[in-house]
C-alpha cells in the first residue's frame, strides 16, 4: 500500500506497542501531526517541549516501557536536550522525535534548523538523522530495540520535513534485527557466578548495595529473596529506591553524601560488598580510595564498561542482573540466624536515627510534610521529586517499597523534572496518588505544565516546601562559603495558591503544622484536577547527615 512517512511512522509507533505521547507541534513536524489527528494514539499537549520530555522520563519509569515525545526543528528540538541527558544518565528507554528542515536546505542555515544529530550525540545511546522515507520503519523499529535492550537510554530520531511528505510503496521492516556493531547482551560468565556465591558463603559482614539497575531489569522480587535467603543488609542508591522495601528490617535506607549514618557505616565497616546494577557515583562513594576498604567487591551489571570504572573489582558479572540474581539464589541456602553483624547495625540504627527538631521561627520543618506523606500513602503512591533539598528530604523520610515508585533526576539532577514527570507517571498509572515534592525554586522552572494537567484532568498533587531559597545551594554556602548567601535568596516569588487557580487547579497555602495532614488529605480526596499546596516551612532548614565533598564516608556532619 501507499503510504507518506509520516503515516508509516505512526503504524510503526503501534506496532511498538505506544499509546501516548508527549509533545508539541511546530512547521517541520506538520505532516506528522496530521496524522496523528486521525490516530487513536493518545497525544498529550504540553506547555514546553522540556516538559514533553521529563513527561515521556516519567511515563517510562512509572512503567518500564519506552517513553515518546515528539518537538519540532530547531527550538523546539533543542528545548528537548535537558530531557535527553537526564534520561541518559539515569539510564531510562525514551525515543525522541524531532522535526528537521527539508532535506534539500540542510546544511543552509535555514530557517528553524539545528543539528540535533550532532548536539545530542553525547547524550543519547544511538542517534539518526532520516534521510529517505524507505528507510522510516526500519530506523523506527531499530530506535525502539536500542532504547529498551541492554543498559537502556534515549535515542533521538531526526525526521525531515520532506521524508514524512512523501509517499511510498510501504513494506513492514523485517521483524529480525541487526544492527552493526551493537550485540544485545545474553547470558553471564556462570564460573563468576559461583565465585560470587562462594564469596557470600564465607562472608561475615556482608552489604548489598543496589541502585536503579535493579529496577531497570524488573529484578526487585531476586533482590529480596537473596536479602532475605542470606540475612543480608541492604542499601540502595536514590536511583535504586523502591527496589527493596524501606521498611523491610534489612533494610539501611540510601548510602552517600545524604545517606543514613548506619548505611554509611555499615559500607565501611563491611567485608563483602554485592553491589548490583550500581554505578560507583561520586555522591555514593565520596573519597573513593575510602569507600568500602575491608570489603571483598562483587559488581553485577549490565553494561561492561561500569565495571571497574570507579572502583576496582574482585568478582566482575556482566549480565542482566535478573538473570544474574536468579543464579546466584538458586546455589545458595537459607540460612535462620542473625549475627552479630546484624547486632552492630541495629546498634547503629538506634544510635544515629533520621532525626530533626523544631523550627526557630515557629513553621513548619520540611520532613514532617514527607512523614505525613507517607502516613497517609503508606508507600502505595508514586512519588516524584525535583531536585535539591525537597529531593532528599524525599529520599530519607518516605519508605519505597515498591520498585518505580520513586522518579527522581539522579545523575544530571535537573531542576524542574518532578512536575512533568508526575504527569507523564500518572498517565502511565492512573489508579496511584502521584505527588511532586518540589521547591519554590525548582517548580517554576517547569510551572507553565499546570496547563496540561488541567487540561487533561490530571489529579497531580504538588507539595512545595517553600524555604524562599535555592535551599541546597544555600545549605552549601552556609557550610563552606561563610554564611554568605550570594544570590540564592528567593523570597521574591509568586503566590502560588493563585497562581494554580488562575491556571484552573486547586491551590492551597499551609503555614501551620498542625494544618500539614488535613491539606494533604484534602488534596487526596480530588479527582479531576491537580492540587499545588504551598507548605511554607522553615527558611533555613538543612539535609542531614551529610558528607562533606572530598571526604569519607565516616566522616559526616549531622544526623549523630
Known amino acids: 500500500m501507499k503510504l507518506k512517512g509520516a503515516e508509516i511512522l505512526i503504524r510503526c509507533l503501534k506496532g511498538e506497542g505506544v499509546d501516548t505521547v508527549f509533545g508539541y507541534p511546530g512547521g517541520a513536524v506538520l505532516p506528522i501531526y496530521d496524522v496523528l489527528y486521525d490516530s487513536d494514539l493518545r497525544h498529550i499537549l504540553t506547555r514546553h517541549e522540556q516538559g514533553a520530555a521529563h513527561a515521556a522520563d516519567g511515563y517510562a519509569r512509572a512503567t518500564g516501557k519506552v517513553g515518546v515525545c515528539i518537538a519540532t526543528s530547531g527550538p523546539g528540538a533543542t528545548n528537548l536536550v535537558t530531557g535527553i541527558a537526564t534520561a541518559y544518565m539515569d539510564s531510562i528507554p525514551m525515543v525522541c522525535f524531532t522535526g528537521q528542515v527539508g532535506t534539500a536546505v540542510i546544511g543552509r542555515d535555514a530557517f528553524q534548523e539545528a543539528d540535533i544529530t550532532g548536539i545530542t550525540l553525547p547524550i543519547t545511546k544511538h542517534n539518526y538523522l532520516v534521510e529517505k522515507t524507505e528507510d522510516v520503519a526500519r530506523i523506527v523499529k531499530e530506535a525502539f530495540y536500542i532504547a529498551r535492550s541492554n543498559r537502556p537510554g534515549p535515542v533521538v530520531v531526526d525526521l525531515p520535513k520532506d521524508v514524512m511528505e512523501r509517499e511510498i510503496d510501504y513494506q513492514a521492516p523485517e521483524e529480525e534485527i541487526s544492527i552493526r556493531g551493537y550485540r544485545v547482551m545474553k547470558g553471564y560468565n556462570s564460573g563468576q557466578v559461583i565465585a560470587a556465591v562462594e564469596s557470600i558463603l564465607k562472608a561475615e559482614r556482608p552489604v548489598i548495595y543496589a541502585g536503579g539497575g535493579v529496577i531497570a531489569s524488573e529484578a526487585a522480587e531476586e533482590l529480596r529473596e537473596l536479602a532475605e535467603k542470606r540475612k543480608i543488609p541492604v542499601t540502595t542508591t536514590l536511583m535504586g529506591m523502591g527496589a527493596f522495601p524501606g521498611n523491610n528490617y534489612l533494610s539501611l535506607g540510601m548510602l552517600g553524601m545524604h545517606g543514613t549514618r548506619y548505611a554509611n557505616y555499615a559500607i565501611g565497616e563491611s567485608d563483602l560488598l554485592i553491589a548490583i546494577g550500581v554505578r560507583f557515583d561520586d555522591r555514593v562513594t565520596a573519597k573513593v580510595d575510602t569507600f568500602a576498604p575491608h570489603a571483598r567487591v562483587i559488581h553485577i551489571d549490565i553494561d561492561a564498561a561500569e565495571i571497574g570504572k570507579n572502583v576496582e573489582v574482585d568478582v566482575p558479572i ?39 527538631g523544631n523550627s526557630a521561627e515557629g513553621r513548619i520543618m520540611p520532613q514532617n510534610v514527607i512523614e505525613k506523606i507517607y502516613s497517609l500513602t503508606q508507600g502505595d503512591a508514586i512519588i516524584c521529586t525535583e531536585v535539591g533539598q525537597n529531593q532528599m528530604w524525599a529520599a530519607q523520610y518516605y519508605q519505597y517499597k515498591h520498585p518505580r515508585s520513586f522518579l527522581s533526576s539522579g545523575g544530571l539532577g535537573t531542576m524542574g523534572y518532578g512536575f512533568p514527570a508526575a504527569i507523564g507517571a500518572k498517565i502511565a498509572r492512573p489508579e496511584l496518588p502521584v505527588i511532586d515534592i518540589a521547591g519554590d525554586g525548582s517548580i517554576q522552572m517547569n510551572i507553565q505544565e499546570l ?79 491537580p492540587v499545588v499546596i504551598d507548605f511554607w516551612v522553615d527558611r533555613e532548614a538543612d539535609v542531614y547527615p551529610m558528607v562533606p565533598p572530598g571526604s569519607s564516608l565516616f566522616n559526616m556532619l549531622g544526623g549523630d
Open 318 to 356: 556482566v549480565g542482566q542482573v535478573k538473570e544474574v540474581l536468579q543464579a546466584i539464589n538458586k546455589r545458595l541456602d537459607s540460612v535462620d540466624k542473625f549475627t552479630d553483624w546484624h547486632k552492630t547495625i541495629d546498634r547503629w540504627k538506634e544510635e544515629f536515627p533520621l532525626r530533626y
Open 451 to 529: 496547563g496540561t494537567a488541567v487540561q487533561y484532568k490530571l489529579p497531580v498533587i504538588i507539595c512545595i516546601l517553600n524555604n524562599e531559597y535555592l535551599g541546597m545551594v544555600r545549605q552549601w554556602q552556609g557550610l563552606f562559603y561563610g554564611g554568605r548567601y550570594s544570590f540564592t535568596d528567593m523570597s521574591h516569588q509568586p503566590d502560588f495558591v493563585k497562581l494554580a487557580e488562575a491556571y484552573g487547579a486547586i491551590g492551597i497555602r499551609v503555614k501551620n503544622e498542625d494544618d500539614v495532614e488535613g491539606a494533604l488529605q484534602q488534596a487526596l480526596q480530588v479527582n479531576d484536577r
